[in-house]
């Protein structure tokens, strides 16, 4: 069996895409004779995300939680999976919290834990090409994980209760599963809290009922969600409800402190998610929304499926960077954490797109500022290639949302606006509610792009997506 590699990063760029892929498909497929699903699917930069041998289709969360509570949470995860090879054990990632029970197909399974795997051998064998349910039981008091990069997420304690963030890999403190941007599933959350405080998560409301001193919120996502897409927000929330003039429901909950300060911006999330339309193509999902906190909440806004999260009320081009990621990362979805960039080079330039036609800078004279002086804003701007970090640290740093957009500029420039957009929609059409990779990116562009831009495109990718340094201008 092929040993699973914590980082590929000695190998020319070419050789490795290859590489990735054998090991994508060795680590998660075809343990051997053992038939055990494999502890991560081989993601360059966190080897342990995510899990090999088996699919989630749907995840069915129960959770109780009091912020007073000892536990604080109380729960139990339903998920529903097909198995891709035969499985005599499979893992599931969940950090903290201890486990009571896991049952497979309704008969108690055995299972043990280590580190951030834990461990599945179902009683019975499991099949090749077989739908299997999961269910975990467990309780404790979710904590927050720190980023290789520095920063903070999981499971946030706020002043008035708690906020689930999940980018690159939070979403395992709060509730067990495939936690790799690659398998993404459909969701049902019921949380339970104490009356007086709101449940928000992703997806539409599925309905609200009070027992007692607790009061339980249902919220069902039906368009596939990558698990670092999901969040939880509980405390006290203003929740409006409303609809687009097209019919879209509109679900915004804030934080009471922040109201009036958030109240312009919100106002505009309609003509927002109108532009978003009209450059990017139809949105892909069935609700849109906002969840604003307290600035000291979170340490950044996140692009949360639905309904992005913003500490505090954003700015303008935050909300159009967070709903821009709406098409780009929540809907087509980076398939391993090195195509980060395709994520945010768009939200970033989309915001470039905005101010040009609020009738700002031009993208062009955003562009060539970056180019002359962005190391004065983004001292990083020139360390790295977008499409190859150095390390899980760099995953969000300068190059890949500022030099990323710029990239999406230069293509831009090089094939002209018509075939641009044309472009732009075309690739989130074809990968709508989906995965893909930067090499699906650049064989799509390529395919697209007039046939006398070849060779700029090419450069592009040579100079800019993975090229050291800062580029020569053509
Ligand atoms: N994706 C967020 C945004 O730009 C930023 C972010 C938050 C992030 N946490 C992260 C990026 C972790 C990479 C890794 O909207
Ligand atoms: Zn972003």
Not at 46 to 69: I, R
Not at 91 to 118: C, F, I, N, Y
Not at 447 to 452: I, R, T
Request: proline share 8%.
């Amino acid at each position: 069996m092929v040993s699973c590699p914590r980082r590929i990063a000695v190998v020319p760029r070419y050789v490795r895409s290859v590489l990735v892929l054998l090991l994508l498909t060795a680590c998660s497929g075809g343990g051997g004779q053992g038939a055990d699903g494999a502890a991560g699917v081989g993601d360059p930069y966190f080897p342990k995300s995510g899990n090999g041998g088996y699919d989630v289709t749907h995840y069915g969360l129960t959770l109780a939680y009091d912020p007073e509570g000892a536990p604080a949470l109380t729960a139990s995860a339903a998920i529903t999976a097909r198995a891709g090879q035969d499985l005599d054990s499979f893992h599931l990632d969940l950090k903290g919290l201890d486990v009571k029970e896991v049952t497979v197909e309704g008969t108690r399974a055995d299972w043990s834990r280590s580190g951030q795997e834990l461990k599945v051998r179902p009683a019975h064998p499991l099949d090749k090409g077989e739908t299997f349910r999961v269910t975990v039981a467990y309780s404790g008091t979710p904590r927050p994980i720190s980023d290789p990069d520095g920063s903070t997420e999981g499971w946030l304690r706020t002043a008035d209760g708690a906020l689930a963030l999940g980018e690159p890999v939070g979403s395992m403190a709060w509730f067990p599963g495939n936690h790799h941007p690659s398998d993404k599933a459909s969701y049902d959350i019921a949380v339970t809290v104490p009356k007086d405080l709101t449940a928000v998560s992703n997806g539409e409301p599925a309905g609200e009922r009070t027992t007692g001193s607790r009061r339980t919120f249902t919220w069902h996502t039906r368009e596939p969600m990558a698990s670092y897409l999901a969040t939880l927000a509980i405390g006290r929330y203003t929740v409006t409800r409303s609809t687009t003039k097209d019919g879209l429901p509109v679900y915004v909950a804030v934080d009471p402190s922040q109201k009036s300060a958030s109240r312009e911006v919100l106002a505009r999330l309609p003509e927002v998610m109108d532009w978003a339309r009209l450059n990017f193509g139809p949105y892909p999902f069935s609700s849109t929304g906002a969840i604003v906190d307290r600035p000291e909440d979170a340490g950044y806004a996140l692009e949360t499926q639905n309904r992005p999260v913003f500490p505090g009320a954003p700015d303008t081009a935050t909300l159009v960077h967070e709903i821009a990621h709406q098409w780009f990362g929540d809907s087509v979805t980076p398939r391993t954490w090195r195509d980060m960039w395709l994520n945010e080079s768009f939200a970033t330039y989309a915001e470039w797109l905005w101010e040009e036609d609020e009738g700002g800078a031009t993208a062009e004279e955003t562009f060539t500022d970056l180019y002359d002086n962005g190391e004065d804003d983004y001292p990083d701007l020139w360390d790295f290639p977008p499409g190859d970090p150095p390390t899980a640290a760099d995953i969000s740093s300068d190059p890949v949302y500022q030099r990323g957009a710029m990239i999406i500029h230069r293509i831009r420039r090089t094939v002209g606006d018509d075939t641009f957009y044309d472009l732009v929609q075309g690739w989130t059409a074809t990968h709508r509610h989906g995965t893909a990779d930067t090499d699906d990116f650049t064989a799509y562009v390529e395919k697209q792009a007039p046939d006398e831009d070849f060779d700029e495109i090419e450069e592009i990718w040579d100079d800019w997506l993975y090229g050291k340094g800062k580029p020569e201008l053509p």
